[in-house]
């Protein structure tokens, strides 16, 4: 079946832009994360869903940074006003289960700020 | 901030050479997973680890995970080309919330 997609592959904004993200999970999978990973980093947890609830958001950096999965299946990561602190690959990841299993990545979305 | 502690930083082997990698953590897990990411693309899950668990393999891969020392180690053996990425290793907390931690990564260069 298919895996994690994520669109744009790309993006290019211009700082003070607002840019949204949109990662279509593995097909019934219930857990989807988002990360943010920087050059040379592993992964940085930002946020969680369990279907459509956002059961954690603790690694979201700021109030720039929104996330929503409205119907438990596609997610957008919005982030308003971006500024070049910003720019990094965001990675969405779904999982079948609840918590703390097997997670399947999108090939992520490459985001610079300028 | 990343809990997840790798080392070493960059690793280069000749092909056929094993390559270990070890991963350090601070808190109490549910379970350690690895995962492969090579240039510009996604992670790829390799294996998980319960908490229970002291030794897993799958293929060439051997983990294993010392739950005392808080601390896990990613053998592969016989290694080739093809093995070269950067690997990490990721934990979830055993209780409260659902962060999943990944370490910074050992890169890993495999020479033909």
């Known amino acids: 079946g298919a895996g994690v997609s994520q669109s744009p592959r790309y993006k290019v904004a211009k700082r003070g832009q607002d840019v949204a993200l949109r990662c279509d999970p593995i097909?019934?999978?219930?857990?989807l994360f988002w990360y943010q990973q920087a050059l040379g980093q592993g992964p940085e947890f930002l946020t969680y869903?369990?279907?459509?609830?956002?059961?954690?958001k603790s690694g979201l950096p700021s109030d720039r940074f929104f996330a929503e999965r409205p119907e438990g299946s596609v997610s957008t990561l919005k982030i308003q006003r971006t500024q070049q602190e910003d720019s990094a690959v965001y990675l969405c990841?779904?999982?079948?289960?609840?918590?703390?299993?097997?997670?399947?990545f999108g090939p992520g979305t490459r985001l610079l700020v300028l | 901030s990343q809990q997840g502690e790798e080392d070493p930083q960059a690793l280069s082997i000749q092909e056929g050479e094993n390559a270990t990698m070890n991963c350090s953590y601070k808190?109490?897990?549910?379970?350690l997973q690895w995962y492969r990411q090579n240039s510009g693309r996604g992670l790829v899950h390799l294996i998980l680890?319960?908490?229970?668990?002291r030794e897993k393999h799958s293929g060439r891969l051997r983990v294993t995970l010392d739950t005392s020392k808080k601390s896990s180690s990613l053998l592969i053996t016989a290694s080739r080309a093809a093995d070269t990425a950067s690997y990490f290793c990721?934990?979830?907390?055993?209780?409260?919330?659902?962060?999943?931690?990944f370490g910074a990564g050992t890169r890993l260069f495999v020479k033909a």
């Open positions: 990841a779904s999982s079948l289960s609840v918590r703390q299993e097997t997670q399947y």
């Open positions: 097909s019934g999978h219930v857990s």
């Open positions: 869903f369990q279907n459509e609830a956002q059961l954690d």
């Open positions: 808190t109490s897990i549910n379970n």
């Open positions: 680890i319960r908490s229970n668990e």
């Open positions: 990721a934990t979830g907390p055993k209780t409260g919330g659902f962060k999943t931690i």
